[in-house]
């Protein structure tokens, strides 16, 4: 009878295969139903672009052949004090592994670009896991850090393939504008495209080794920051949790998922229509809420509600309105909205919720330099300079906004759009795409409005005859 010893390195080795062969075995069962399950019309997507309000863009760059420019690339960036992210291949790392290391160490990301550059649409499950396991093993072992986001070769997907990579823990990433740099045109062509078609939560693509991209880099980062955007790594652009992707491959975050507990009715859909527009709207256009609707006031609030919101508001009573707007008036004056929505509701992280860059900020969401972290406290009681304090700004009057406000953004409502009044709520896509929703700061304790007393003065005291009746 013959007798084995299995040292503890081996069995070790042996329970490692074995878990890895698990999660790849799940990872192909989950690809396969859910290509099963996922039809033609209901085509999986990566993400094309993120939709953002704060001038984030994402430049990245497909490496997969030689790296002639990669100093001067990395040289434009550092001029420009752009972040940018590069796509490697595995071939890439085994060749030019010092690149990937300049790149890394400049304070850029390394996505996963697949290793052989393979054309991965209708590619066997099993071959396109380890093909991508080859690449990111190949990044980790030069930048010590595992990719995050996955680029496809071509820019070619099924199914199957997004459902695998996502198994994989990435996300993959496509782009919304293409810079054709890859055909070789003018520089000046590329820098026409580009600019025409950025907006904010873009992703650009180019690639590396090219001339005309190195010419075109210059003038294009100079144009870019002059309009304001804010060149970004994609994994600081784009939502990792609670969101969803159109179908144009825009990926959305969900307001109401991370909304925090504030008890403005007790009606849950309305509770959480009032917190959105504390999260979107400025206190001014609070108050400009509860005067009646405006075209302008219409295109601004219209895009923040679902129709599963706007219904609610529509079949509350005066008085579930009345209570919600009045309560809604109070936390936004005590809390602060818009930007500022949270500053005072636990938040103890130092971030600023307004710029969503998850980067500590000392002024925690104020931007007054003489008063870090304090939106209470005025630093100079006197700003005239007349020894007397400055005069109190008095809210608005509340006129009923409610069923007359809403009944405005009906579908039959001037059908022709001549006067700009919205005319299809949420729906439109002309004023969808004008607005864009930032993730809400997160709370997980539960604030309770407190009663306006007689000694209290705010805009939610002053109620219109309107309400009462």
Not at 223 to 252: A, E, M, N, P, R
Not at 280 to 287: A, D, F, G, P, V
Request: include cysteine.
């Amino acid at each position: 009878m013959l007798t084995y010893t299995v040292s503890k390195k081996k069995l070790l080795r042996m329970a490692v295969i074995a878990l890895s062969v698990l999660v790849i075995a799940g990872i192909i069962i989950m690809a396969v139903m859910s290509s099963m399950k996922v039809s033609a019309a209901d085509k999986k997507l990566p993400i094309y672009a993120v939709s953002r309000s704060d001038n984030k863009i994402a430049l990245t760059f497909d490496c997969a052949w030689g790296n002639s420019n990669t100093d001067l690339l990395l040289g434009l960036l550092k001029d420009a004090g752009a972040k940018a992210t590069f796509f490697v291949t595995g071939e890439f790392c085994d060749k030019y592994p010092e690149d990937v290391k300049k790149m890394y160490n400049a304070g850029h990301e390394i996505g996963n670009h697949s290793d052989l550059h393979p054309h991965v649409e209708g590619m066997n499950i099993n071959a396109l896991i380890e093909d991508t396991r080859k690449c990111s093993q190949k990044i980790k072992m030069i930048t010590g850090e595992e990719p995050k986001i996955y680029r496809a070769p071509y820019g070619e997907y099924d199914n199957n393939v997004v459902t695998t990579i996502e198994g994989m823990g990435m996300k993959m990433i496509q782009w919304s504008v293409d810079s054709i740099d890859w055909k070789e045109p003018e520089p000046e062509t590329i820098i026409k495209r580009i600019e025409k078609d950025t907006v904010s939560g873009s992703i650009l693509l180019f690639h590396n080794d090219l001339e005309n991209t190195s010419l075109a880099l210059p003038q294009l980062l100079t144009d870019l920051k002059q309009k304001g955007f804010v060149f970004s790594t994609v994994s600081d652009t784009v939502y990792y949790d609670s969101y969803h992707i159109d179908h144009s491959g825009l990926q959305i975050f969900d307001v109401t998922a991370l909304l925090p507990t504030v008890k403005y009715s007790d009606n849950e859909l309305l509770n959480e229509t009032m917190e959105i527009f504390r999260q979107n709207l400025t206190l001014e256009e609070i108050y400009a809420l509860t005067e009646g609707a405006t075209p302008e006031l219409l295109e601004r609030t219209a895009p923040l509600l679902d129709d599963t919101h706007k219904a609610a508001v529509e079949a509350a009573s005066f008085e579930e309105l009345r209570e919600a707007v009045q309560n809604l008036i109070t936390v936004a004056e005590r809390e602060g909205a818009g930007d500022n929505a949270g500053d005072n509701l636990g938040d103890n992280q130092g971030d600023n919720p307004g710029n969503n860059d998850g980067n500590q900020d000392p002024s925690a969401g104020n931007n007054d330099p003489q008063d870090p972290g304090n939106n209470d406290t005025p630093v100079n009681p006197d700003p005239d300079g007349n020894g007397e304090p400055p005069a109190e700004t008095t809210a608005p009057q509340i006129v009923s906004p409610g069923i007359d406000y809403f009944a405005t953004t009906t579908p039959d409502r001037d059908p022709a759009d001549k006067d700009g009044m919205v005319n299809s709520g949420a729906g439109s896509a002309a004023n969808t795409a004008a607005v864009t929703t930032e993730p809400p700061v997160t709370t997980t304790e539960e604030t309770t409005v407190p009663e306006t007393t007689p000694a209290e003065t705010s805009a939610a005291e002053k109620i219109s005859p309107i309400w009462q009746k």
